[in-house]
């Protein structure tokens, strides 16, 4: 079983940078893309960012492009979302997720593995 596991959020201010990770621990990581969403309190869980078995695409939402940068390392079983220019919008709880295939989804009905979610909040 793939167990996936965030870390990194916590309270910043306008315009100020975090970065997330997520630890991935199960067999067959590398061959896995991922992906992160965000979820706040009474909306749905919105697609942030993807990134293929390899790195060698990443996809992002408009609402985070030119902002967040998606990353992996293989080596270390992990996955990184940078997010700089922090905006209050940007308050969400940021999920990790896995997929049974190498190549990016925007949907998260086509991820299989998820995180518990970490907290990001953006003060005014």
């Known amino acids: 079983q793939v167990q996936l596991v965030e870390s990194g959020g916590g309270l910043v201010q306008t315009g100020d940078s975090l970065r997330l990770s997520c630890l991935a621990s199960?067999?067959?990581?590398?061959?896995?893309?991922m992906g992160w969403f965000r979820q706040r309190p009474g909306k749905e869980r919105e697609f942030v960012a993807a990134i293929t078995w390899n790195g060698g695409s990443t996809a992002y939402a408009d609402s985070v492009k030119g902002r967040f940068v998606i990353s992996r390392d293989n080596g270390k079983n992990t996955v990184y979302l940078q997010m700089n220019s922090l905006k209050p919008e940007d308050t969400a709880a940021y999920y990790c997720?896995?997929?049974?295939?190498?190549?990016?989804?925007?949907?998260?009905?086509?991820?299989?593995?998820w995180g518990q979610g970490t907290q990001v909040t953006v003060s005014s």
């Open positions: 997720a896995g997929r049974s295939g190498k190549y990016n989804s925007f949907y998260s009905d086509d991820y299989d593995y």
């Open positions: 199960g067999r067959a990581f590398s061959s896995r893309a």
